[in-house]
């Protein structure tokens, strides 16, 4: 019997192997031809699925967006604790932390290479896909959301200039910290939220400030304050003023 080939299983797995092979050579400088050699297909099996590179491009767009947002809302599909969610997005985060690397490699290697306005327009797809499912999922506003998007976004490109996964995981516990209280906790106890956004803001978020004793300006004991002159003195020039003299 032939053996039966699952068509979009595969078509993922070429966009995965293609995601990699522009982030390691780039874009433009790859054709079809060597695109099929390098992830392990015939060039007609790659035209099959592919009709040219620009269809490979939106593939990759597409399919990261999807196994990045479309994952995670399967996954907490069940999940109706807010806490939870949470918590699962942050290991979610750990989980794909390399596969948010290599696409923003790859965002990079197409803003230099593709027309600004297909950059924008898959830039857009990604970022509403991701926005929208925080803040459905987590029951916080699209700004909230964004933010933290941004946020995210950033931390994937530090992420590039270190070794291992040290650097991202202790921002990950950063978000844990900051994010916790106006997420999971506010919708339950609005006051015990504010009391521990209190409590980081004076132990994480801010230094300590402390007025040095050194820093108290004492008052001079040899400093004679100026006494005020009692307006009745000067009485006596108003009445010349109104008499002439």
Not at 34 to 40: D, L, P, S, T, V
């Amino acid at each position: 019997m032939p053996k039966i080939v699952n068509h979009d299983e595969q078509r993922l797995k070429m966009l995965e192997k293609c995601l990699y092979l522009f982030t390691r050579k780039g874009y433009s400088d790859v054709n079809m031809k060597q695109i099929a050699a390098e992830i392990g297909v015939s060039t007609g099996s790659l035209y099959h699925y592919f009709s040219s590179k620009e269809s490979i491009l939106a593939g990759i767009i597409a399919w990261s967006g999807h196994s990045s947002v479309d994952e995670y809302i399967k996954r907490t599909s069940s999940v109706e604790n807010i806490c939870d969610r949470f918590d699962m997005i942050l290991d979610f985060w750990k989980e794909k932390r390399e596969l948010y690397k290599n696409i923003m490699l790859f965002a990079m290697n197409v803003y230099r290479n593709v027309d600004s306005g297909k950059w924008k327009a898959a830039y857009s797809f990604f970022s509403e896909a991701f926005i929208s499912c925080m803040s459905e999922r987590l029951n916080i506003s699209r700004q909230f959301a964004r933010s933290i998007f941004i946020h995210c976004v950033g931390l994937s490109f530090h992420s590039l200039a270190f070794d291992g996964n040290r650097e991202c995981d202790e921002e990950i516990k950063f978000f844990d910290k900051i994010l916790r209280p106006p997420i999971v906790d506010a919708p339950d106890d609005m006051e015990k939220a504010a009391d521990k956004f209190k409590e980081i803001t004076s132990t994480i978020l801010m230094n300590e400030f402390a007025i040095p004793k050194t820093a108290v300006i004492k008052k001079n004991k040899t400093t004679k304050t100026k006494k005020a002159i009692p307006v009745r003195k000067y009485s006596h020039l108003k009445t010349q003023r109104k008499h002439g003299k």
